[in-house]
């Protein structure tokens, strides 16, 4: 299977775009689906018949923390050579027990000014069009998270092996590179996971850097 990370990761060429009229009615029944989301972690969504609490692990070196169903575990390297060949599978993949959903995220290098971020959303949204085989495009979308943290969501259903995927892209800025994250699961099974995928965008949080609030502390006993 041609996984969205991978594709990402090699592409060359970034080509501008802009949603239209039926894009964003999309969009806004896409959002009036999802569930509201509380702070606090211990928060627990229904499923079908299935109850899924959250907890919040770190990720990218502790620099991002984020909500995560307590039954996702973190995919053995070798599921993950299997599922994403390519060497640029993404840094952090969680997966469900049966590997239908998962969240991954991954940093890259490419640098960005928080200002640049809804541009960059519409040329990776061109470029995805361009080079995945999409069975449904629901456009792309600018929020700013419970915690602050703008994030571009760019969201379609491709073609897979299995099925047809629905997938999530996340982009973000930390430390002014580009962060890509990404939530996928089966077509089928999206309209029972989208409050998850809700949930865990609005849980993700920058971690501050222990050094620099020990600085400021020390600054305050002077």
């Known amino acids: 299977m041609n996984y969205l990370d991978e594709q990402i990761l090699s592409m060359k060429q970034e080509l501008a775009s802009k949603p239209d009229e039926e894009t964003a009615s999309q969009l806004q029944s896409m959002s009036s ?56 599978r993404p840094e952090v993949i969680y997966t469900s027990a049966d590997g239908t959903v998962n969240i991954t995220f991954n940093p890259t290098e490419t640098t960005l000014e928080p200002e640049e971020l809804p541009d960059f959303i519409e040329q990776m949204a061109d470029v995805l069009r361009s080079v995945q085989p999409i069975r449904n495009w629901m456009g792309t979308e600018l929020i700013v998270n419970d915690n602050g943290l703008s994030i571009g969501i760019i969201r379609f259903v491709a073609a897979g092996v299995d099925g047809n995927l629905y997938n999530e892209m996340l982009l973000f800025v930390l430390e002014g590179c580009v962060i890509i994250g990404a939530f996928n699961c089966m077509e089928s099974d999206m309209e029972a996971w989208l409050p998850v995928a809700g949930k865990v965008v609005q849980s993700i949080r920058e971690v501050p850097d222990a050094s620099s609030i020990l600085f400021k502390e020390g600054d305050d006993l002077r």
């Open 33 to 88: 689906e999802k569930a509201s989301v509380e702070p606090d972690t211990s928060m627990v969504l229904r499923i079908q018949d299935e109850i899924v609490t959250f907890a919040p692990v770190t990720v990218l070196d502790g620099k991002i923390e984020v909500d995560i169903p307590k039954a996702f575990h973190l995919m053995a390297l070798e599921e993950a050579r299997f599922k994403y060949p390519s060497e640029h």
